[in-house]
């Protein structure tokens, strides 16, 4: 994702412009391609660089932790930079806008998207995931097992719970 910033460089203070963004497929990473990427960029220029704030959306296919499915999972991002112009010394290189004025935003983009994805995916909620005598899906069917053995060892915790 490249934005021509040239001509915001040769404006006024506080000129801004809003760019709306609407990609069937963006390829974040070699693993991660986000789909249906839309929302907007606005771009401000302030008297260090151009400030950017900007709502994405987008969808990625993830791996429910509990019943193993496949689901879509959108992405809200918000964020906030301030690209600076010229480079000053221990200045993020990520954060530079080049003398082509060509911004580069896969980068920024690529650590919000990343930073976003939950801990633990969930298809749903309430996911019921699966059974551990069968591996069937709870989800879609009831499983009907009759209750485990008892371990012989903790056959005398089973004879105090039934005291």
Do not use: W
């Not at 001509?7 to 963006?26: A, N, T």
């Not at 991660?32 to 959306?57: C, D, K, M, P």
């Not at 964020?79 to 200045?91: I, M, R, V």
């Amino acid at each position: 994702m490249r934005l021509n910033v040239g001509f915001i460089l040769h404006e006024q203070v506080g000129f801004s412009r809003i760019f709306d963004i609407d990609c069937p497929s963006v390829q974040i990473d070699d693993q991660f391609v986000l789909s249906n990427l839309h929302g907007e960029i606005q771009l401000t220029r302030t008297n260090l660089g151009v400030y950017a704030n900007g709502y994405l959306q987008a969808y990625h296919d993830l791996e429910c932790v509990r019943c193993l499915n496949k689901y879509r999972h959108t992405f809200d991002v918000n964020f906030n930079e301030l690209f600076t112009l010229p480079a000053a010394a221990g200045d993020d290189p990520l954060l530079h806008i080049p003398e082509t004025g060509i911004l580069d935003l896969q980068p920024i983009l690529r650590e919000h998207f990343l930073v976003s994805i939950p801990m633990q995916p969930l298809c749903l909620p309430n996911c019921k995931g699966l059974c551990p005598v069968c591996g069937a899906n709870k989800n879609d069917v009831e499983c009907h097992h009759t209750e485990n053995d008892i371990d012989p060892r903790l056959a005398v915790l089973q004879s105090l719970l039934e005291e």
